[in-house]
């Protein structure tokens, strides 16, 4: 089974003529500019234009043709298919590949599991899920929280 990485959502109907308000998880607008077709709702689409500003940017898509289909569209996560993204340089990742990584300490001992990447606006932050369900938030900064060898190496005094 192919992966598919989220690279926006619906917010909403932009105007009349089937353009849709989207509330970007990548890196701008240029992240979706770099794919043809994006699955929008689990359907394959054709992108026919992405305009608006950094801010606000909208979207335009095969098979979209008036408001009343673009409404229809909130909600929607607009995604594509993990090897279609373009190869990472180092020290970079894709919060999926961080979801399910083990997490040890500096000894390797089990913390935990990545169950969700979060940022806030001040950077990328882990969710840890413990042994018994317990959970907490790491920021993912070196010597907090590493990434070594496929796991999370992190620092256990942040696991309040």
């Not at 373009?86 to 040890?104: M, R, S, T």
């Not at 990328?124 to 590493?146: M, N, S, T, V, W």
Request: with cysteine.
């Amino acid at each position: 089974m192919t992966t598919r990485i989220t690279l926006a959502a619906i917010a909403g109907a932009h105007g009349v003529r089937g353009e849709v308000r989207l509330k970007l998880f990548g890196e701008g607008p240029e992240s979706l500019r770099a794919h043809d077709k994006l699955h929008v709702g689990g359907q394959l689409r054709r992108l026919l234009h992405v305009g608006g500003t950094a801010k606000s940017p909208t979207a335009r898509f095969e098979g979209v043709a008036d408001r009343n289909a673009a409404e229809a569209l909130r909600g929607t996560l607009v995604e594509v298919d993990r090897d279609a993204l373009p190869p990472l340089g180092e020290g970079e990742y894709y919060h999926a590949d961080l979801l399910g990584l083990p997490c040890v300490d500096g000894d390797g001992a089990a913390l935990g599991t990545v169950v969700a990447v979060e940022n806030f606006g001040a950077g990328d932050l882990l969710e840890i899920e413990r042994d018994g369900g317990k959970r907490a938030l790491i920021p993912f900064r070196p010597g907090i929280a590493d990434l070594e060898d496929g796991r999370i190496v992190l620092d256990p005094a942040f696991l309040a």
